[in-house]
């Protein structure tokens, strides 16, 4: 038995917010270890000690010599703490200590040596779980997320040692980090992970084919995308295995940051306002139509769209309606980067119609705070979507989503039927299959219903009282890591 109560979990990543960041899996590793902590759990956060991350180390101190792996240099287990207050564990190695990205050079391109420098994290992180370990904490859950810690558990099946259990967590199977057979060897593998149940994929070494076959516990971001990635196309090449496992299998939606994402304390918008004070939304709404110059009518119902200009996205969908849909009559204000040849067709949809179609193309985060403030509609047509963050700001903001019927999309999105409607418990608007004339259709929806002032504000109130915060995200992982213990 513990001499400690409190459950230890060691939370391991390849990027945590804000120090280092390339997307939500850097938001996720700073946000859910937070919300842990606030339950109790004694939770750490380890991760490779790239240059951002030793400069944001102001006080530190060593924790313990390591080990390393052939060919790799020494590296040192440092101690600090991130700004949330959680406990930081850092490895300094020199593998680490570059100019560039986490996983990418200043040109863009890929490290030639990322298979040794994420073997490393999963093989000091699974150090750490066992009774092995050069440092006197030793936790009772391993959480891994994506391919870069994908060896951890495989390191811990093979390994003949009392040993922490596993959870891996794929945020998106896209990325995979699969490399030449030959590295299995350099990082120390046994001969059996050659096997067809060991580490490769398709003839390659495979990082998040290890996570997937070796945890003991597999979650995604959402229970849909879970369900989803047990077929083509969306398994990604892992359908079979994700299927094989799917007793251990499960999906947890992620949450949002609540104190960021709230429209009666958020200094970017125009006004305050909360679902008690709906008719503030108002002067958001005017506000954000100045500063797009799009015309000012309250009859006229403003959709939003925020987010990547690329095929993923379904932005090609939209931009085939939008000639009709701002005959409703409607306008659209779009903001985002993405693929050229989509930014132009937007850029030209606003130029054929200057008082209907706004389009931004870029990133700034007061005007995605204003939009979400200031239209009355957002859009998210994504072909698919493993949670999705837009759709639950969105909701928050008092403004109802339309979304393609997938992923976490599905999962946070009360559909606006008419039997929601009069249960009062609508908070958006979903389509399928992914067209333009199922997307059209819940557009219709959402714009009649926009000219019904009391069921919209029934709507708007039902999203804004919907719980996307991080403690329900947490004590969900909390439920699953004690359940993984007995």
């Known amino acids: 038995m513990r001499k400690d109560s409190r459950l230890k979990v060691l939370f391991v990543t390849s990027e945590v917010a804000p120090i280092i960041k390339t997307g939500a899996l850097g938001e996720t590793s700073a946000a859910l270890p937070a919300a842990l902590a606030g339950l109790g759990v004694d939770v750490r956060v380890l991760v490779p000690g790239y240059p951002q991350v030793m400069d944001a180390l102001k006080r530190r101190g060593r924790a313990a010599n390591l080990p390393s792996l052939p060919g790799v240099p020494p590296a040192q287990l440092l101690a600090g703490k991130h700004p949330s207050g959680v406990q930081l564990f850092v490895i300094e190695c020199d593998i680490y200590a570059r100019p560039g990205k986490p996983y990418q050079d200043t040109a863009g391109r890929d490290w030639p040596d990322n298979a040794l420098r994420f073997g490393l994290l999963s093989y000091i992180s699974a150090l750490l779980s066992t009774n092995a370990s050069p440092f006197p904490w030793s936790p009772d859950v391993l959480h891994c997320n994506d391919w870069q810690t994908g060896l951890a558990p495989a ?84 359908e079979e295995l994700l299927s094989k496992r799917k007793d251990v299998l499960s999906g947890i ?16 918008i125009e006004r305050y306002y909360n679902s008690g004070r709906l008719a503030h939304k108002a002067d958001n709404r005017r506000a954000l139509r100045a500063r797009l110059g799009l015309p000012d009518n309250p009859d006229v119902p403003l959709f939003a769209m925020v987010g990547r200009l690329v095929e993923r996205k379904g932005v090609d969908v939209l931009a085939d309606v939008v000639p009709e849909l701002i005959q409703f009559p409607a306008q659209l204000a779009v903001l985002g980067s993405g693929d050229e040849p989509y930014e132009a067709r937007y850029l030209e949809l606003a130029r054929s119609f200057p008082d209907a179609v706004s389009v931004k193309i870029g990133y700034e985060e007061s005007l995605i705070h204003q939009i979400e403030a200031g239209a009355d509609i957002s859009i998210m047509p994504s072909r698919f979507e493993p949670c999705g963050v837009n759709q639950m700001f969105s909701q928050r903001y008092g403004t109802p989503p339309v979304v393609h019927e997938t992923g976490g999309l599905k999962d946070s999105v009360v559909d606006g039927t008419p039997a929601n409607l009069s249960a009062k418990v609508a908070t958006g608007f979903k389509f399928a299959p992914l067209n333009g004339e199922a997307l059209l259709a819940a557009c219709r929806r959402a714009s009649d219903l926009f000219r019904n002032k009391r069921s919209w504000r029934q709507i708007q109130k039902s999203g804004m009282a919907s719980d996307f915060s991080w403690e329900t995200t947490a004590t969900r992982y909390l439920e699953l890591y004690r359940g993984l213990l007995g």
Request: aromatic fraction near 10%; charge should be negative; avoid cysteine.
């Open 253 to 268: 939606l992620n949450g949002i940051d609540t104190d960021a994402w709230d429209p009666d304390n958020d200094p970017y």
């Open 155 to 238: 390191y811990l099946h093979y390994a003949d040692a009392d040993k922490a259990r596993t959870v891996f967590t794929a945020h998106a199977l896209a990325q995979q980090g699969n490399f030449p057979p030959d590295d299995i060897v350099r990082l120390g593998l046994p001969s059996q992970a050659l096997g067809p149940d060991g580490v490769v994929f398709n003839g390659q070494l495979g990082f998040l084919k290890a996570g997937l076959q070796f945890a003991d516990r597999i979650t995604t971001v959402s229970p849909s995308y879970a369900s989803e990635i047990q077929e083509a196309p969306l398994g990604m090449g892992m």
